[in-house]
Protein backbone atom coordinates (compact mmCIF):
# COMPACT_ATOMS: atom_id res chain seq x y z
CA UNK A 1 0.00 0.00 0.00
CA UNK A 2 1.05 3.11 -0.68
CA UNK A 3 2.15 5.87 1.41
CA UNK A 4 -0.80 8.35 2.53
CA UNK A 5 -3.53 6.53 0.48
CA UNK A 6 -6.77 6.12 2.31
CA UNK A 7 -7.56 2.20 3.09
CA UNK A 8 -11.19 1.33 2.42
CA UNK A 9 -11.61 -1.80 4.39
CA UNK A 10 -14.80 -3.27 2.40
CA UNK A 11 -16.48 -6.34 1.60
CA UNK A 12 -18.44 -6.37 -2.00
CA UNK A 13 -21.49 -7.09 -1.06
CA UNK A 14 -22.10 -5.17 2.05
CA UNK A 15 -24.10 -2.23 0.93
CA UNK A 16 -22.50 0.27 4.02
CA UNK A 17 -19.46 -0.39 2.13
CA UNK A 18 -21.09 0.66 -0.87
CA UNK A 19 -22.17 3.72 0.41
CA UNK A 20 -18.36 5.01 1.30
CA UNK A 21 -17.05 3.62 -2.07
CA UNK A 22 -19.69 5.87 -4.26
CA UNK A 23 -18.54 8.92 -2.21
CA UNK A 24 -14.97 8.17 -3.01
CA UNK A 25 -15.51 7.44 -6.56
CA UNK A 26 -18.02 10.88 -6.89
CA UNK A 27 -15.14 12.56 -5.16
CA UNK A 28 -12.24 11.03 -7.15
CA UNK A 29 -10.40 9.95 -4.36
CA UNK A 30 -8.15 7.60 -5.29
CA UNK A 31 -7.29 4.28 -2.36
CA UNK A 32 -6.49 1.00 -2.46
CA UNK A 33 -9.31 -1.75 -0.99
CA UNK A 34 -8.25 -4.62 1.83
CA UNK A 35 -11.56 -7.12 1.52
CA UNK A 36 -12.77 -8.39 4.70
CA UNK A 37 -15.15 -11.33 4.21
CA UNK A 38 -18.13 -11.54 6.11
CA UNK A 39 -18.39 -15.29 5.30
CA UNK A 40 -15.15 -16.33 4.99
CA UNK A 41 -13.28 -18.16 7.64
CA UNK A 42 -16.12 -17.87 10.27
CA UNK A 43 -16.00 -14.01 9.04
CA UNK A 44 -13.02 -11.92 8.60
CA UNK A 45 -14.05 -8.88 10.90
CA UNK A 46 -13.89 -11.22 13.59
CA UNK A 47 -10.22 -11.74 13.26
CA UNK A 48 -8.21 -9.64 16.13
CA UNK A 49 -6.35 -7.63 13.12
CA UNK A 50 -9.67 -6.25 12.39
CA UNK A 51 -11.20 -5.67 15.47
CA UNK A 52 -8.21 -3.22 16.43
CA UNK A 53 -9.26 -1.32 13.63
CA UNK A 54 -13.13 -1.29 14.59
CA UNK A 55 -14.36 -2.68 17.62
CA UNK A 56 -17.49 -2.55 16.19
CA UNK A 57 -16.50 -6.09 13.80
CA UNK A 58 -18.27 -4.42 10.51
CA UNK A 59 -17.15 -3.39 7.71
CA UNK A 60 -16.86 -0.52 6.06
CA UNK A 61 -13.63 1.23 8.09
CA UNK A 62 -11.73 3.97 6.45
CA UNK A 63 -7.74 5.03 6.91
CA UNK A 64 -7.49 8.41 5.92
CA UNK A 65 -5.17 11.35 7.11
CA UNK A 66 -4.15 9.19 10.56
CA UNK A 67 -7.55 8.28 11.60
CA UNK A 68 -9.50 5.00 11.07
CA UNK A 69 -13.22 5.80 10.99
CA UNK A 70 -15.84 3.47 10.76
CA UNK A 71 -20.12 3.94 10.51
CA UNK A 72 -20.58 4.98 6.67
CA UNK A 73 -22.23 7.61 7.55
CA UNK A 74 -19.59 9.65 9.83
CA UNK A 75 -16.72 8.49 6.92
CA UNK A 76 -19.20 10.06 4.30
CA UNK A 77 -19.97 13.16 6.51
CA UNK A 78 -15.80 13.66 7.07
CA UNK A 79 -15.23 13.06 3.51
CA UNK A 80 -17.76 16.02 2.40
CA UNK A 81 -15.91 18.23 5.35
CA UNK A 82 -12.22 17.13 4.21
CA UNK A 83 -13.06 17.05 0.58
CA UNK A 84 -15.99 19.30 -0.49
CA UNK A 85 -16.02 19.13 -3.78
CA UNK A 86 -18.19 18.11 -5.16
CA UNK A 87 -20.40 18.46 -2.78
CA UNK A 88 -22.35 15.36 -1.21
CA UNK A 89 -24.66 17.76 0.98
CA UNK A 90 -27.11 20.85 -0.28
CA UNK A 91 -25.87 24.12 1.01
CA UNK A 92 -29.10 25.03 2.17
CA UNK A 93 -29.78 23.81 5.73
CA UNK A 94 -33.22 23.12 5.36
CA UNK A 95 -32.17 20.71 2.26
CA UNK A 96 -29.32 19.40 4.26
CA UNK A 97 -31.84 18.30 6.86
CA UNK A 98 -34.01 16.79 4.19
CA UNK A 99 -30.63 14.50 2.94
CA UNK A 100 -29.56 13.45 6.27
CA UNK A 101 -33.00 12.34 7.52
CA UNK A 102 -33.36 10.01 4.31
CA UNK A 103 -29.65 8.48 4.44
CA UNK A 104 -30.59 7.94 8.52
CA UNK A 105 -33.89 6.49 7.48
CA UNK A 106 -32.29 3.70 5.92
CA UNK A 107 -29.11 3.61 7.55
CA UNK A 108 -30.86 3.52 10.96
CA UNK A 109 -34.31 2.72 9.73
CA UNK A 110 -34.07 0.12 7.31
CA UNK A 111 -30.42 -1.60 7.11
CA UNK A 112 -29.54 -2.84 10.33
CA UNK A 113 -32.85 -4.86 11.05
CA UNK A 114 -32.00 -6.80 7.31
CA UNK A 115 -28.46 -7.03 8.31
CA UNK A 116 -27.76 -10.92 8.54
CA UNK A 117 -27.32 -10.84 12.53
CA UNK A 118 -31.04 -10.53 12.67
CA UNK A 119 -32.41 -12.51 10.01
CA UNK A 120 -30.12 -15.40 11.70
CA UNK A 121 -32.06 -14.73 15.33
CA UNK A 122 -35.54 -14.53 13.76
CA UNK A 123 -35.11 -18.09 12.05
CA UNK A 124 -34.24 -19.11 8.78
CA UNK A 125 -38.04 -19.46 7.89
CA UNK A 126 -39.46 -16.47 8.57
CA UNK A 127 -35.95 -14.55 7.98
CA UNK A 128 -36.75 -13.95 4.55
CA UNK A 129 -40.47 -12.75 5.51
CA UNK A 130 -39.01 -10.04 8.17
CA UNK A 131 -36.29 -9.02 6.14
CA UNK A 132 -39.21 -7.88 3.33
CA UNK A 133 -41.53 -6.53 6.17
CA UNK A 134 -38.49 -4.22 7.14
CA UNK A 135 -37.94 -3.10 3.89
CA UNK A 136 -41.18 -3.02 2.69
CA UNK A 137 -42.16 -0.31 5.78
CA UNK A 138 -39.11 1.35 4.73
CA UNK A 139 -39.77 1.92 1.38
CA UNK A 140 -43.73 2.79 1.64
CA UNK A 141 -42.08 5.55 4.13
CA UNK A 142 -39.21 6.73 1.99
CA UNK A 143 -41.41 6.76 -1.17
CA UNK A 144 -43.96 8.99 0.24
CA UNK A 145 -40.90 11.67 1.02
CA UNK A 146 -39.27 11.21 -2.15
CA UNK A 147 -42.81 12.18 -3.84
CA UNK A 148 -41.87 15.85 -2.14
CA UNK A 149 -38.40 15.73 -2.26
CA UNK A 150 -37.03 14.31 -5.58
CA UNK A 151 -35.93 16.09 -8.48
CA UNK A 152 -33.85 14.16 -10.47
CA UNK A 153 -32.26 12.69 -7.36
CA UNK A 154 -33.61 11.35 -4.19
CA UNK A 155 -33.37 15.87 -2.62
CA UNK A 156 -33.46 18.03 -5.65
CA UNK A 157 -31.34 17.42 -9.44
CA UNK A 158 -28.26 17.13 -7.12
CA UNK A 159 -26.60 13.66 -6.12
CA UNK A 160 -26.40 13.70 -2.35
CA UNK A 161 -25.29 11.34 0.34
CA UNK A 162 -29.16 10.42 0.50
CA UNK A 163 -29.01 8.77 -3.28
CA UNK A 164 -25.57 6.91 -1.91
CA UNK A 165 -28.19 5.19 0.78
CA UNK A 166 -30.85 4.71 -1.36
CA UNK A 167 -29.08 2.52 -4.52
CA UNK A 168 -27.34 0.38 -2.19
CA UNK A 169 -30.64 -0.27 0.12
CA UNK A 170 -32.56 -1.10 -3.57
CA UNK A 171 -29.83 -3.77 -4.16
CA UNK A 172 -30.58 -5.26 -0.56
CA UNK A 173 -34.11 -5.32 -1.23
CA UNK A 174 -34.10 -6.96 -4.54
CA UNK A 175 -31.64 -9.95 -3.35
CA UNK A 176 -34.56 -10.33 -0.95
CA UNK A 177 -37.14 -10.30 -3.63
CA UNK A 178 -38.90 -7.39 -2.44
CA UNK A 179 -40.66 -5.96 -5.55
CA UNK A 180 -39.36 -2.84 -5.81
CA UNK A 181 -41.55 -1.82 -8.91
CA UNK A 182 -44.24 -1.11 -6.07
CA UNK A 183 -42.21 2.32 -5.26
CA UNK A 184 -42.31 4.17 -8.59
CA UNK A 185 -39.93 7.07 -7.58
CA UNK A 186 -37.75 4.50 -5.64
CA UNK A 187 -37.53 3.10 -8.37
CA UNK A 188 -37.08 5.67 -11.26
CA UNK A 189 -34.27 7.36 -9.10
CA UNK A 190 -32.19 3.92 -8.48
CA UNK A 191 -32.03 3.43 -12.35
CA UNK A 192 -31.09 7.35 -12.89
CA UNK A 193 -28.29 6.59 -10.63
CA UNK A 194 -27.05 3.47 -11.85
CA UNK A 195 -26.53 5.07 -15.07
CA UNK A 196 -23.86 6.98 -13.31
CA UNK A 197 -20.09 6.11 -13.75
CA UNK A 198 -19.69 6.29 -9.46
CA UNK A 199 -22.70 3.97 -9.04
CA UNK A 200 -21.23 1.38 -11.65
CA UNK A 201 -17.65 1.50 -10.62
CA UNK A 202 -18.27 0.82 -7.43
CA UNK A 203 -20.96 -1.91 -7.67
CA UNK A 204 -20.83 -5.03 -5.88
CA UNK A 205 -20.58 -6.98 -9.39
CA UNK A 206 -16.97 -5.28 -9.72
CA UNK A 207 -15.04 -5.31 -6.44
CA UNK A 208 -11.35 -6.43 -6.42
CA UNK A 209 -13.34 -9.44 -3.64
CA UNK A 210 -16.48 -10.17 -6.29
CA UNK A 211 -15.99 -14.18 -6.66
CA UNK A 212 -15.86 -14.77 -10.31
CA UNK A 213 -19.45 -16.63 -10.46
CA UNK A 214 -20.70 -13.06 -9.18
CA UNK A 215 -18.84 -10.60 -11.85
CA UNK A 216 -20.35 -8.68 -14.52
CA UNK B 1 -49.34 25.99 20.97
CA UNK B 2 -47.06 29.68 20.28
CA UNK B 3 -47.28 30.34 16.69
CA UNK B 4 -43.55 30.18 15.48
CA UNK B 5 -42.55 28.15 18.42
CA UNK B 6 -40.89 24.31 17.26
CA UNK B 7 -43.08 22.03 18.31
CA UNK B 8 -41.57 17.97 19.23
CA UNK B 9 -43.50 14.87 18.94
CA UNK B 10 -42.13 12.79 21.67
CA UNK B 11 -42.81 9.85 23.66
CA UNK B 12 -41.40 10.09 27.27
CA UNK B 13 -39.65 6.54 27.17
CA UNK B 14 -38.49 6.85 23.35
CA UNK B 15 -34.48 7.09 23.89
CA UNK B 16 -34.39 8.80 20.22
CA UNK B 17 -37.05 11.55 21.41
CA UNK B 18 -34.83 11.76 24.71
CA UNK B 19 -31.49 12.99 22.09
CA UNK B 20 -33.40 15.32 21.01
CA UNK B 21 -34.75 16.75 24.07
CA UNK B 22 -31.30 17.37 25.40
CA UNK B 23 -30.32 19.12 22.25
CA UNK B 24 -32.81 21.68 22.78
CA UNK B 25 -32.06 21.96 26.40
CA UNK B 26 -28.58 22.37 26.03
CA UNK B 27 -28.95 24.89 22.91
CA UNK B 28 -31.54 26.87 25.12
CA UNK B 29 -34.12 26.27 22.75
CA UNK B 30 -38.45 26.99 23.73
CA UNK B 31 -40.62 24.20 22.45
CA UNK B 32 -43.82 22.78 22.89
CA UNK B 33 -44.08 18.65 23.34
CA UNK B 34 -46.67 16.93 21.97
CA UNK B 35 -46.71 13.40 23.26
CA UNK B 36 -47.46 10.41 21.13
CA UNK B 37 -47.84 7.48 22.92
CA UNK B 38 -46.44 4.42 21.05
CA UNK B 39 -48.40 1.51 23.11
CA UNK B 40 -51.62 3.41 23.92
CA UNK B 41 -54.33 2.78 21.22
CA UNK B 42 -51.91 -0.15 19.41
CA UNK B 43 -49.68 2.93 19.04
CA UNK B 44 -50.29 6.62 18.36
CA UNK B 45 -47.44 7.00 15.59
CA UNK B 46 -49.67 4.93 13.72
CA UNK B 47 -52.57 7.15 13.38
CA UNK B 48 -53.33 9.16 9.85
CA UNK B 49 -52.24 12.38 11.31
CA UNK B 50 -49.05 11.16 12.76
CA UNK B 51 -48.50 9.56 9.67
CA UNK B 52 -48.33 12.24 7.77
CA UNK B 53 -45.71 14.05 9.86
CA UNK B 54 -43.48 11.29 10.06
CA UNK B 55 -44.85 7.75 6.78
CA UNK B 56 -41.79 5.93 9.46
CA UNK B 57 -44.21 5.87 12.27
CA UNK B 58 -41.72 7.11 14.72
CA UNK B 59 -40.83 9.75 16.81
CA UNK B 60 -38.68 12.06 17.22
CA UNK B 61 -39.91 14.31 14.41
CA UNK B 62 -39.54 18.22 15.44
CA UNK B 63 -41.68 20.79 13.40
CA UNK B 64 -39.22 23.95 13.12
CA UNK B 65 -38.77 26.59 11.07
CA UNK B 66 -42.27 25.86 8.58
CA UNK B 67 -39.88 22.41 8.33
CA UNK B 68 -40.63 18.79 10.21
CA UNK B 69 -37.62 16.92 10.49
CA UNK B 70 -37.87 13.17 11.60
CA UNK B 71 -34.39 11.36 12.59
CA UNK B 72 -32.75 12.45 15.79
CA UNK B 73 -29.44 12.72 14.88
CA UNK B 74 -30.86 14.77 11.33
CA UNK B 75 -32.91 17.04 13.71
CA UNK B 76 -29.98 17.52 16.08
CA UNK B 77 -27.43 18.18 13.38
CA UNK B 78 -30.06 20.60 11.84
CA UNK B 79 -30.08 22.33 15.07
CA UNK B 80 -26.35 22.54 15.25
CA UNK B 81 -26.43 24.29 11.90
CA UNK B 82 -28.72 26.98 12.51
CA UNK B 83 -28.26 27.24 16.17
CA UNK B 84 -24.69 26.95 16.53
CA UNK B 85 -24.47 27.88 20.48
CA UNK B 86 -23.10 26.13 22.25
CA UNK B 87 -21.77 23.53 19.85
CA UNK B 88 -22.36 20.18 19.94
CA UNK B 89 -20.11 19.23 17.41
CA UNK B 90 -16.31 19.96 18.05
CA UNK B 91 -14.55 22.06 15.03
CA UNK B 92 -11.99 20.18 14.20
CA UNK B 93 -13.02 17.74 11.23
CA UNK B 94 -10.99 14.52 12.98
CA UNK B 95 -13.17 14.95 15.89
CA UNK B 96 -16.17 15.73 14.45
CA UNK B 97 -15.48 12.23 12.55
CA UNK B 98 -14.98 10.81 16.20
CA UNK B 99 -18.18 12.23 17.17
CA UNK B 100 -20.62 10.89 14.43
CA UNK B 101 -18.73 7.79 14.88
CA UNK B 102 -19.78 7.03 17.76
CA UNK B 103 -23.70 9.06 17.42
CA UNK B 104 -23.81 6.31 14.77
CA UNK B 105 -22.49 3.38 16.49
CA UNK B 106 -25.52 3.95 19.00
CA UNK B 107 -28.02 5.11 16.44
CA UNK B 108 -27.49 2.41 13.66
CA UNK B 109 -25.62 -0.09 15.90
CA UNK B 110 -27.22 -0.48 18.98
CA UNK B 111 -30.47 1.28 19.39
CA UNK B 112 -32.36 -0.08 16.30
CA UNK B 113 -31.79 -3.31 17.20
CA UNK B 114 -33.12 -3.52 20.58
CA UNK B 115 -36.04 -1.32 19.74
CA UNK B 116 -39.83 -3.28 20.57
CA UNK B 117 -40.59 -4.36 16.97
CA UNK B 118 -37.37 -6.42 16.43
CA UNK B 119 -37.89 -7.85 20.19
CA UNK B 120 -41.71 -8.29 19.06
CA UNK B 121 -40.38 -10.92 15.91
CA UNK B 122 -37.38 -12.55 18.01
CA UNK B 123 -39.78 -13.69 20.32
CA UNK B 124 -41.45 -12.95 24.07
CA UNK B 125 -38.84 -15.69 25.71
CA UNK B 126 -36.05 -15.04 23.97
CA UNK B 127 -36.42 -11.20 23.50
CA UNK B 128 -34.65 -10.04 26.46
CA UNK B 129 -31.53 -12.32 25.51
CA UNK B 130 -31.64 -10.50 22.53
CA UNK B 131 -31.46 -7.38 23.48
CA UNK B 132 -28.81 -7.96 26.03
CA UNK B 133 -26.54 -9.74 23.66
CA UNK B 134 -27.36 -6.56 20.95
CA UNK B 135 -26.13 -4.00 24.06
CA UNK B 136 -23.29 -5.90 25.30
CA UNK B 137 -21.86 -6.12 21.72
CA UNK B 138 -22.41 -2.41 21.04
CA UNK B 139 -20.70 -1.68 24.43
CA UNK B 140 -18.09 -3.95 24.23
CA UNK B 141 -16.97 -1.70 21.22
CA UNK B 142 -17.80 1.53 22.34
CA UNK B 143 -16.00 1.09 25.60
CA UNK B 144 -12.66 0.54 23.84
CA UNK B 145 -13.90 3.14 21.46
CA UNK B 146 -14.52 5.87 24.40
CA UNK B 147 -10.89 4.73 25.95
CA UNK B 148 -9.16 6.66 23.26
CA UNK B 149 -11.39 9.24 22.56
CA UNK B 150 -13.11 10.43 26.20
CA UNK B 151 -11.97 13.21 28.06
CA UNK B 152 -14.48 14.15 30.97
CA UNK B 153 -16.86 13.21 27.72
CA UNK B 154 -17.30 10.85 25.08
CA UNK B 155 -15.13 12.95 23.24
CA UNK B 156 -12.99 15.58 25.24
CA UNK B 157 -14.25 17.63 27.68
CA UNK B 158 -17.03 19.10 25.92
CA UNK B 159 -20.44 17.50 25.65
CA UNK B 160 -21.47 16.38 22.02
CA UNK B 161 -23.98 14.54 20.04
CA UNK B 162 -22.18 11.40 21.11
CA UNK B 163 -23.10 12.24 24.66
CA UNK B 164 -26.45 12.86 23.46
CA UNK B 165 -26.84 9.29 22.31
CA UNK B 166 -24.62 7.52 25.25
CA UNK B 167 -27.23 8.58 28.14
CA UNK B 168 -30.02 7.32 26.61
CA UNK B 169 -29.06 4.29 25.59
CA UNK B 170 -27.63 3.45 29.22
CA UNK B 171 -31.12 3.67 30.29
CA UNK B 172 -32.16 1.68 28.04
CA UNK B 173 -29.59 -1.17 29.12
CA UNK B 174 -30.68 -0.52 32.53
CA UNK B 175 -33.80 -1.18 31.36
CA UNK B 176 -33.12 -4.38 30.17
CA UNK B 177 -30.64 -5.26 33.22
CA UNK B 178 -27.59 -4.97 31.00
CA UNK B 179 -24.89 -4.78 33.74
CA UNK B 180 -23.56 -1.43 32.89
CA UNK B 181 -20.82 -1.33 35.67
CA UNK B 182 -19.10 -4.09 33.25
CA UNK B 183 -18.32 -0.86 30.91
CA UNK B 184 -16.10 1.67 33.34
CA UNK B 185 -15.51 4.56 30.77
CA UNK B 186 -19.54 3.92 29.51
CA UNK B 187 -20.84 4.24 33.18
CA UNK B 188 -18.32 7.16 34.50
CA UNK B 189 -19.00 9.26 31.39
CA UNK B 190 -22.98 8.43 31.99
CA UNK B 191 -22.95 8.99 35.77
CA UNK B 192 -21.16 12.75 34.74
CA UNK B 193 -23.53 13.46 32.24
CA UNK B 194 -26.53 12.90 34.64
CA UNK B 195 -25.63 15.40 36.70
CA UNK B 196 -26.31 17.87 34.44
CA UNK B 197 -29.24 19.90 34.34
CA UNK B 198 -30.08 20.06 30.76
CA UNK B 199 -29.33 15.92 31.20
CA UNK B 200 -32.39 16.19 34.09
CA UNK B 201 -34.86 18.11 33.33
CA UNK B 202 -35.24 16.00 29.81
CA UNK B 203 -34.96 12.42 31.68
CA UNK B 204 -38.00 9.97 30.99
CA UNK B 205 -39.14 10.28 34.46
CA UNK B 206 -39.83 14.33 34.12
CA UNK B 207 -41.98 14.56 31.07
CA UNK B 208 -45.15 15.91 30.32
CA UNK B 209 -46.26 12.28 29.72
CA UNK B 210 -44.49 10.51 32.02
CA UNK B 211 -47.42 8.42 34.10
CA UNK B 212 -47.69 8.90 37.50
CA UNK B 213 -45.92 5.99 38.63
CA UNK B 214 -42.75 6.33 36.73
CA UNK B 215 -42.67 10.31 37.96
CA UNK B 216 -39.43 11.13 39.92
Known amino acids: VQQGKPILYSYFQSSCSWRVRIALALKGIDYETVPVNLVKDGGQQFSEEFQALNPMKQVPALKIDGLTISQSLAIIEYLEETRPTPRLLPQNPKQRATVRMISDL????????????????????????????????????????????????????????????????????????VEVTLYPTISRINKTLLALEAFQVTHPCRQPDTPPEMRA
Open 106 to 177: VASGIQPLQNLSVLKQVGQESGLAWAQKVINTGFNALEKILQSTAGKYCVGDEVSMADLCLVPQVANAERYK
